[in-house]
């Protein structure tokens, strides 16, 4: 027996609308804490989301807020606080240390359709600064993408910190018509305004980083004094790296940053954790600029502990597979030292930590004791929190007895967690915790700000595959992959569906039980829909992902098939 499927055009357009209205979470940030005069506790949570606008064609940014009582150890009353309100011009923002003001890197465009960069600071109810940043010409553009951009304030609260483009001599060409003779005077006044430009170098080609990153060729660090407005450009980078990723030292005396190298070339930094790069450090005292890390590996997303004594960042082996198990290692910043806390991991049988597989660590990952760290990661077809105690190297599971589904971390700050949470069948949900002491971890109670609706249209369910004898790896044997299923619910036992088998892209990626639109929409259309992690995905061991090279288009594609050959469908 077949089932009917949606095939009226305009049927599916309505699908496709009404399921492209549940909203993304994209970030989260915990105000300060407030104490009643009854000593009751209390603190807003500032989150940002984002939507298809179909009729706009356009994705929105929105912001909610939530207040939250507590007593440190547990969410006592939660409510949103006010409706939703849109998002415009904003490309970065961050709040200062103290929670009493907020930076905002904002993107506007003129009459003549010019667009500007200002970097805003407001303070309570009213913007205190507003800086016209293209106006100073210190710099390019701004960079807000999570790869290289920051904004960082000094623990002082006087500084702001933040990656740019390198500013370029103007250019122009030989043949262009020269202005008529002014006289000495105001020649030399406009020479003294106006920088000379470089003659036949209009069209000079600059390599940039390639896909999400164009344009973007060389970054700069930019101290913005917020007292004098004045932007300094830090002079001290190595001309054979870019920087990005960086924050304030303790004392607010120098500068942290990861910088990649330039070499072999840019393209191809996006989703490649696989770059050599390291850590450095710029000391604005002296001028000098220090390597804190091994340059001889690639690592990413540095983060510094709250009592600012520790930097735990990312490690993985440079020009290897382009994204890969990963090393969680940790810088002392008194005592010089680096150690790793988290191994990479071959493989582990199921029920077992499988390593860390993250292109980020959240911007807040630090507990208030300043030893543990709390970062997600996918673990098989899961996307889990874990929590890291970096003295001992212990890892342990704050979503193992929740629901099942992917959970995201947004935040984390005084051990209240932000998190975001979906399935298949449950678009994405916001979640809040407190991290329990360390050892109790397991006893983590999750509360839920903001309900999404299971769609009961949809079931879903992970299968756990074996390739054949005659398709084992000789060099990776055992391995097996998984599969993520999903089909429609209302439907006779002995329905067979039309399947559509869906391989990840990367090809070291993977495929989680989270919400998803596509599926999601074609499930409702009356389709099986099969999501395929092939051995190679990343989430099963570095065995696994060590699999693959040589085998492209060989070992995956046997994967997808046998994965559609031996699933049990119902019949």
Same mark, same amino acid.
């Given at each position: 027996?077949?089932?009917?499927?949606?095939?009226?055009?305009?049927?599916i357009a309505?699908?496709y609308?009404?399921?492209?209205?549940?909203?993304?979470?994209? *970030?989260?940030?915990?105000?300060?804490?407030?104490?009643t005069?009854y000593?009751?506790k209390?603190?807003?949570?500032?989150t940002?989301?984002?939507?298809?606008?179909?009729?706009?064609?356009?994705?929105v940014?929105?912001?909610?807020?939530?207040?939250?009582?507590?007593?440190?150890q547990?969410?006592v009353?939660? *409510?949103?606080?006010?409706?939703?309100?849109e998002?415009?011009?904003?490309?970065?923002s961050r709040d200062?240390?103290?929670?009493?003001?907020?930076?905002?890197?904002?993107?506007?465009?003129?009459?003549?359709?010019?667009?500007?960069?200002?970097?805003? =600071?407001?303070e309570?109810?009213?913007?205190?600064?507003?800086?016209?940043?293209?106006?100073?010409e210190?710099?390019?553009?701004?960079?807000?993408?999570d790869?290289?951009?920051?904004?960082?304030?000094s623990?002082?609260?006087?500084?702001?910190?933040?990656?740019?483009?390198?500013?370029?001599?103007k250019?122009?060409s030989?043949?262009?018509?020269?202005?008529?003779e002014?006289?000495?005077?105001?020649?030399?006044?406009?020479?003294?305004?106006?920088?000379?430009?470089?003659?036949?170098e209009?069209?000079?080609?600059?390599?940039?980083?390639g896909?999400?990153?164009?344009?973007?060729?060389v970054? =700069?660090?930019?101290?913005?004094d917020?007292?004098?407005?004045n &932007?300094? $450009?830090?002079?001290?980078?190595?001309?054979h790296?870019?920087?990005?990723?960086?924050?304030?030292?303790?004392?607010?005396t120098?500068?942290v940053?990861?910088? @990649?190298?330039?070499?072999?070339?840019?393209?191809?930094?996006?989703?490649? +954790?696989?770059?050599?790069?390291?850590?450095?450090?710029?000391?604005?005292?002296?001028?000098?600029?220090? %390597?804190?890390?091994?340059d001889t590996?690639?690592?990413?997303?540095?983060?510094?502990?709250?009592?600012? !004594?520790?930097? &735990?960042?990312?490690?993985n $082996?440079?020009?290897?597979?382009?994204?890969?198990?990963?090393?969680?290692?940790?810088?002392?910043w008194?005592?010089?030292?680096? /150690?790793?806390?988290?191994?990479?991991?071959?493989?582990?049988?199921?029920?077992?930590?499988?390593?860390?597989?993250?292109?980020?660590?959240p911007?807040? !990952?630090?507990?208030?004791?300043s030893?543990?760290?709390?970062l997600?990661?996918?673990?098989? /077809?899961?996307?889990?929190?874990?929590?890291?105690?970096?003295?001992?190297?212990?890892?342990?599971?704050? +979503?193992?007895? /929740?629901? %099942?589904?992917? @959970?995201?971390?947004?935040?984390?700050?005084?051990?209240?967690?932000?998190?975001?949470?979906?399935t298949?069948?449950?678009?994405?949900?916001?979640m809040?915790?407190?991290?329990?002491?360390?050892?109790?971890e397991?006893? &983590?109670? @999750?509360?839920?700000?903001?309900?999404?609706?299971?769609?009961?249209?949809?079931? @879903?369910?992970?299968?756990?595959?074996?390739?054949?004898?005659?398709?084992?790896?000789?060099?990776y044997?055992?391995?097996?992959?998984?599969?993520?299923?999903?089909?429609?619910?209302?439907a006779p036992?002995?329905?067979?569906?039309?399947?559509? =088998?869906?391989?990840?892209?990367?090809?070291?990626?993977?495929?989680?039980?989270?919400?998803?639109?596509?599926?999601?929409?074609?499930?409702r259309?009356?389709?099986?829909?099969l999501? $395929?992690?092939?051995?190679?995905?990343?989430?099963?061991?570095?065995?696994?992902?060590?699999?693959?090279?040589?085998?492209v288009?060989?070992q995956? &594609?046997?994967?997808?098939?046998?994965?559609?050959?031996?699933?049990?469908?119902?019949?």
């Amino acid at each position: 027996m077949e089932p009917p499927l949606l095939n009226n055009t305009e049927e599916i357009a309505a699908l496709y609308r009404e399921l492209s209205q549940f909203p993304s979470l994209s *970030s989260a940030c915990i105000g300060p804490e407030i104490t009643t005069q009854y000593g009751g506790k209390y603190c807003n949570i500032y989150t940002e989301w984002s939507q298809r606008d179909l009729e706009r064609a356009e994705n929105v940014k929105f912001c909610r807020q939530y207040l939250i009582f507590h007593d440190s150890q547990s969410i006592v009353y939660s *409510s949103p606080s006010g409706n939703c309100t849109e998002i415009k011009g904003e490309l970065l923002s961050r709040d200062s240390p103290s929670g009493a003001q907020k930076a905002v890197l904002r993107k506007t465009s003129n009459s003549k359709g010019e667009e500007k960069q200002f970097l805003e =600071v407001w303070e309570k109810n009213r913007k205190v600064k507003s800086i016209d940043l293209s106006a100073l010409e210190k710099h390019g553009q701004v960079y807000e993408d999570d790869q290289f951009g920051c904004l960082a304030w000094s623990h002082s609260e006087t500084h702001l910190l933040y990656v740019a483009e390198k500013k370029r001599p103007k250019a122009e060409s030989f043949f262009k018509p020269k202005a008529p003779e002014l006289n000495v005077e105001e020649e030399l006044r406009k020479t003294e305004q106006k920088e000379k430009a470089i003659k036949g170098e209009q069209f000079v080609f600059y390599e940039d980083w390639g896909e999400t990153l164009v344009a973007k060729s060389v970054p =700069v660090l930019c101290v913005l004094d917020i007292e004098s407005n004045n &932007v300094s $450009v830090l002079e001290s980078v190595p001309e054979h790296i870019s920087p990005g990723q960086a924050f304030w030292t303790p004392g607010d005396t120098g500068v942290v940053f990861a910088g @990649w190298w330039h070499e072999p070339f840019r393209l191809g930094l996006r989703h490649c +954790t696989n770059r050599r790069s390291a850590l450095y450090f710029v000391d604005l005292t002296g001028g000098r600029c220090e %390597l804190l890390s091994d340059d001889t590996k690639a690592i990413w997303s540095p983060r510094l502990s709250p009592d600012q !004594c520790r930097i &735990v960042y990312l490690e993985n $082996v440079a020009f290897g597979p382009h994204q890969q198990c990963s090393r969680l290692c940790m810088y002392d910043w008194y005592t010089k030292l680096t /150690s790793t806390v988290v191994e990479i991991v071959p493989r582990k049988s199921q029920g077992e930590f499988t390593g860390i597989y993250n292109t980020a660590l959240p911007e807040r !990952c630090w507990a208030a004791d300043s030893q543990r760290v709390v970062l997600d990661t996918a673990q098989r /077809s899961r996307q889990e929190l874990i929590v890291v105690d970096t003295l001992s190297g212990t890892v342990c599971s704050l +979503t193992k007895g /929740s629901p %099942l589904g992917s @959970w995201t971390l947004l935040t984390i700050d005084r051990d209240l967690m932000v998190a975001k949470f979906s399935t298949p069948s449950r678009p994405p949900m916001l979640m809040v915790a407190f991290l329990p002491p360390a050892g109790k971890e397991a006893e &983590v109670n @999750w509360v839920c700000l903001e309900e999404s609706h299971q769609i009961q249209e949809i079931t @879903w369910n992970i299968h756990t595959l074996h390739p054949p004898p005659e398709l084992d790896n000789p060099h990776y044997a055992g391995l097996d992959f998984e599969a993520i299923l999903l089909r429609p619910t209302q439907a006779p036992e002995q329905t067979k569906f039309p399947l559509v =088998v869906t391989p990840h892209g990367g090809p070291h990626s993977v495929f989680t039980i989270s919400w998803m639109l596509y599926p999601a929409v074609l499930c409702r259309m009356g389709f099986a829909v099969l999501l $395929v992690n092939y051995r190679g995905s990343l989430g099963f061991g570095q065995d696994s992902v060590a699999s693959l090279p040589g085998n492209v288009g060989i070992q995956d &594609v046997k994967d997808v098939q046998v994965s559609g050959m031996q699933l049990p469908l119902p019949s």
